[in-house]
């Protein structure tokens, strides 16, 4: 593919705009399960330029025809480790956390040095698509993302070596001399810098295996912790007991030493709360994962186990952006006004009763404002409007604007219900409902395309006129899926009633903002004739909020599913029924994100 430069842009302003927040959000997600796991390193990460992707093209490898090769570093992170030992350590971070396409690994010979390389390609989460405009991607760029995992001493040979001899060799393929012609000799010894940095890195490990030896014997636990972790780990001292306990207890010390790094890793990557990692709590988390002493519980379980939210605060000013995180219009039974009007004010009283202490428990009219916090509550018989905003207790620098608003319409009350956050970080906000509109949910209920739902309702099995009226009904605001069990069924739905996946566990998980059906037999067969392209036989139709045609997914949609991106910290086994209800739940939340 020869592309001049006179063409057209291949990216945008608002292309490269839109992969940036992608590449921020990649790399914030890999900084956060690293500094987690207590790991030096540096990061590091670039969207590449027009002129980098056009030189590219232009060597005539790439193709967008199926099955050709394409571009799969647009966006690279890159990441520097202190110790050599860390690199298989993030090789697996990365797996557990994306979905892995390839590795690229240098392999060197017994006699042979060359430059190590680890580079892993991985796929781009769909989350992080949803902004990027389709047009990227008729070009040669597949939707990957390159992590490059060095040591800091190789970092600096690298970055030389790039900028000064690979970026020199690429040529334009007319014979022309680079910087290097003719420079064999200094080109080998160029090389041979390698040699050195490698006996670096893997002597840096033996220094602080043989130290930690040595504090070992002169029993300076602490110091032993951290030269053989080689984790971030604080400068506190062990509580005294433990030290005296230690003293007079080398089995136990044995114990816990034989825990190896990448064991403390998991330990830390699996807690879903992370503290600062002090000496205390590393023997802590290693004696409840692994040993188990009881001494030692009884010591420190209670101190340590507790949530702790810490924020590093950046002085730094930007301006605030809007995400619209929640909107929701939908019917209430007329009866409830008054019920749906009191949890509203209640909600509004206790996350704002601290600013505005004057503020009545009981409701009525109100309007106060202050810096970052407003409220303004007018309430009538036929009327509720409120309109909230509050700096967040949680989050440093983000700002929620909520409304709601009741009105009496044709027999039955219209809530309309708004939740916008206003942070620096744009892109980045995923669906929030307010509680109030769960609670109402819960103690008033909703009425949708004229089908009143509350917690105790079932799944409703619906014949084809019964779904054709829901879902063409003007009044309807809630997405519908419906669940359509195969004519025979395999032994891996048996568990779930014959359907694909747990109809129970999603009813439970959309209640309240999408309706969760069955279909009967002679329903099953007109929704073929009318959206089957390919069979919907065991298969899930979603229609959205304003949607009178189907997302389907087939059977082997639904078996083939996979989580993109997992979190190491959820302890189970990760199974395709799992991860479409998962898939399922977050197109219901984008339907309510507008």
Not at 171 to 185: F, I, M, R
Not at 306 to 335: A, F, G, H, M, N
Not at 405 to 426: F, K, M, Q, W
Not at 525 to 549: P, W
Request: proline share 3%.
């Amino acid at each position: 593919m020869n592309i001049g430069e006179g063409d057209i842009r291949l990216l945008s302003d608002r292309d490269v705009e839109e992969l940036n927040h992608v590449r921020l959000a990649l790399q914030q997600a890999l900084c956060t399960k690293l500094n987690n796991a207590g790991i030096y390193f540096h990061s590091m990460s670039r969207v590449k330029t027009e002129s980098s992707v056009r030189k590219k093209l232009a060597k005539g490898k790439y193709s967008s025809e199926g099955g050709g090769k394409k571009i799969q570093d647009l966006i690279g992170i890159r990441i520097n480790l202190f110790y050599s030992e860390d690199i298989s350590i993030c090789e697996s971070i990365l797996e557990d956390t994306f979905m892995l396409d390839n590795w690229s690994k240098s392999d060197n010979g017994e006699n042979q040095f060359g430059a190590q390389k680890c580079n892993g390609v991985f796929k781009l989460p769909s989350k992080y698509l949803r902004n990027i405009p389709s047009m990227v991607w008729e070009h040669p760029i597949d939707q990957t993302f390159e992590v490059q995992l060095r040591t800091i001493l190789f970092e600096g040979w690298h970055e030389i070596e790039h900028e000064m001899r690979y970026k020199y060799k690429l040529g334009d393929g007319e014979g022309e001399q680079d910087l290097w012609t003719g420079q064999e000799k200094l080109s080998r010894v160029m090389n041979s810098i390698i040699a050195n940095l490698e006996l670096c890195d893997w002597s840096i490990v033996q220094i602080f295996d043989s130290i930690n030896a040595a504090q070992l014997e002169e029993k300076n636990w602490e110091n032993a912790l951290r030269s053989k972790y080689r984790l971030r780990i604080t400068q506190d001292h062990l509580k005294q007991e433990l030290r005296d306990y230690f003293d007079n207890n080398p089995e136990v010390v044995k114990r816990f030493h034989s825990v190896t790094k990448r064991e403390l890793v998991n330990i830390l990557l699996n807690k879903k709360y992370h503290k600062e990692l002090t000496p205390d709590r590393v023997i802590y988390l290693i004696n409840k994962e692994i040993v188990k002493d009881e001494y030692i519980s009884s010591l420190l379980d209670k101190e340590q186990f507790v949530r702790v939210s810490s924020k590093e605060i950046k002085p730094e000013i930007k301006p605030l952006v809007s995400d619209v995180v929640y909107s929701q219009t939908i019917y209430l039974p007329e009866t409830g006004y008054e019920k749906a009007c009191a949890i509203i004010y209640d909600w509004a009283y206790q996350h704002i009763k601290t600013v505005f202490t004057q503020m009545p428990e009981n409701m009525t009219n109100v309007g106060y404002e202050t810096i970052g916090y407003k409220l303004r509550i007018n309430y009538d018989g036929r009327s509720f409007i409120m309109d909230m905003q509050q700096i967040s207790n949680d989050e440093p620098g983000v700002i929620w604007h909520i409304t709601a608003e009741l009105i009496h319409i044709d027999g039955r009350i219209l809530l309309t219900a708004r939740n916008v956050c206003e942070t620096i970080y744009s892109r980045e906000r995923h669906y929030n409902r307010p509680k109030f509109m769960k609670d109402i949910f819960y103690q008033v209920g909703y009425i949708d395309g004229d089908i009143m739902l509350n917690e105790n309702m079932g799944i409703n099995c619906m014949n084809y006129e019964e779904l054709h009226k829901l879902i063409l009904n003007q009044s309807r605001h809630l997405p519908v899926i419906v669940l359509v069990k195969p004519d025979v069924i395999p032994d891996w739905a048996i568990d779930c009633d014959g359907y694909i996946i747990r109809t129970d566990m999603l009813s439970k998980t959309l209640n309240g903002i999408s309706h969760v059906l069955t279909c009967d037999s002679e329903c099953k067969q007109l929704f073929q004739k009318e959206f089957g392209k390919e069979t919907i036989d065991g298969a899930v139709m979603f229609f959205g909020i304003n949607s009178n045609y189907p997302v389907i997914f087939s059977m082997e949609d639904i078996n083939q599913s996979f989580f993109e991106e997992v979190s190491h910290s959820i302890n189970e086994d990760i199974e395709y029924e799992k991860s479409f209800r998962y898939t399922l739940r977050e197109m219901v939340c984008d339907e309510f994100q507008r």
